[in-house]
């Protein structure tokens, strides 16, 4: 299994970016793929995911409202629009994938695969 993400960058506070993740080498019919972010000195959190089956959503209570998560199923990508950034969204993130969204809800020792992670600066 593949996840390609692509996206990051540097940006001004308040500011948007809009991260990307293609996903391949998998036959899964149903999974949730989403995003984990990493800053320097914590954990890994989940951010956001979708259900490939019936685009459920997962957002983090500190993203609500800000980040809106969406997918092309024909694509096998899922997309991750980040509006009104703060510093404190700062860090890497990860794409991930699993089979029931266990890694959202319970950790991310559940995520079955990860893609390379992808730096979000957001600073003046």
């Known amino acids: 299994v593949q996840l390609q993400a692509s996206g990051g960058g540097l940006v001004q506070p308040g500011g948007s970016l809009r991260l990307s993740c293609a996903a391949s080498?998998?036959?899964?019919?149903?999974?949730?793929i989403g995003w984990f972010r990493q800053a320097p000195g914590k954990e890994r959190e989940g951010v956001s995911a979708?259900?490939?089956?019936?685009?459920?959503?997962y957002y983090a209570d500190s993203v609500k409202g800000r980040f809106t998560i969406s997918r092309d199923n024909a694509k096998k990508t899922v997309y991750l629009q980040m509006n009104s950034l703060r510093p404190e969204d700062t860090g890497v993130y990860y794409c991930?994938?699993?089979?029931?969204?266990?890694?959202?809800?319970?950790?991310?020792?559940?995520?079955?695969?990860w893609g390379q992670g992808t730096q979000v600066t957001v600073s003046s």
């Open positions: 991930a994938i699993d089979s029931n969204g266990s890694g959202w809800y319970h950790g991310p020792q559940y995520v079955d695969y």
């Open positions: 080498g998998f036959a899964w019919e149903a999974y949730v």
């Open positions: 979708i259900s490939s089956v019936d685009g459920s959503t």
